[in-house]
């Protein structure tokens, strides 16, 4: 994966109705590739309209005084180098939604759903200020109700999760700041590499088809450019990343 990444979740089990209307009235050039984009685009803006799904995928958090980097403690802080779109359909960016598509794609419940450890907060620029961390999910490891309690002991990736819905920016898009984290014997320091580490391995478990709990997801990822400079100034642990990414659904699956 590039330097950035925007990634958008769609919930095709939502899209039935709406794609068998269209596929009637664009049944003699449904089988094409042009016909089968067209009828796929068109159901979903007329989902669209019905979920009231918003309009922006995200603000720059800077614009409005805020910051890509959460605050960790000590002054330094975790790049936000996932961006899940306020354009995905709303059931995907309620917390509910968020953590049905995190195990759709390798991410499960802390641990007995134990947290240690002090919350990170993050500034969207939102004017909503610095808010905690809404939640953070851990690499299960095939097994959502016992491969987090893994990933605490030998280590992996997760990601701790802000909404950006504050009256001066509400897309409700959902920044997360994904890291590759050593084992518990070596206090769960960053691996090397491992923010754009846990950035591309969560980008390759969930772009394409994924499901879980009867609600199927189609997802792309896209590079972006532009929202903080890569390096280590300001970052926790001084561990480099490259920059921050999107994920996105498609207008067809």
């Given at each position: ?183 518990a014997t070596d206090n769960h320091n960053i691996v090397p590499d491992g923010y754009d580490i846990g950035r591309d391995e969560l980008a390759s478990w969930a ?47």
């Open positions: 994966m590039g330097a950035s990444t925007y990634l958008k979740v769609d919930d095709f089990s939502l899209l039935g109705s709406a794609f068998s209307l269209i596929t009637k009235l664009a049944s003699a050039d449904m089988y094409s590739p042009r016909g089968i984009f067209i009828a796929a685009l068109v159901s979903f803006f007329a989902l669209g309209s019905a979920l009231n799904i918003r309009s922006i995928a995200y603000y720059d958090p800077t614009v409005g005084g805020g910051s890509m980097l959460d605050n960790a403690g000590d002054r330094y802080g975790e790049p936000l180098n996932v961006i899940i779109s306020g354009l995905s359909f709303p059931d995907v960016l309620t917390d509910d939604g968020i953590l049905n598509y995190a195990r759709a794609i390798g991410f499960s419940t802390e641990c007995l759903g134990i947290h240690i450890g002090n919350p990170q907060s993050a500034n969207l620029g939102d004017g909503n200020g610095y808010v905690n961390q809404t939640v953070e999910l851990r690499e299960d490891y095939g097994s959502v109700d016992a491969g987090t309690c893994l990933e605490s002991a030998i280590g992996g990736n997760h990601f701790r999760m802000y909404r950006q819905n504050g009256p001066l920016a509400n897309s409700g898009a959902l920044f997360l700041a994904v890291s590759k984290e050593e084992p772009v394409g088809q994924t499901s879980y709990g009867d609600v199927s997801y189609s997802t792309t990822a896209q590079n972006i450019t532009g929202l903080l400079a890569p390096g280590s100034a300001g970052v926790n642990h001084g561990t480099p990343f490259t920059g921050p990414l999107v994920i996105f659904p498609p207008l067809s699956d």
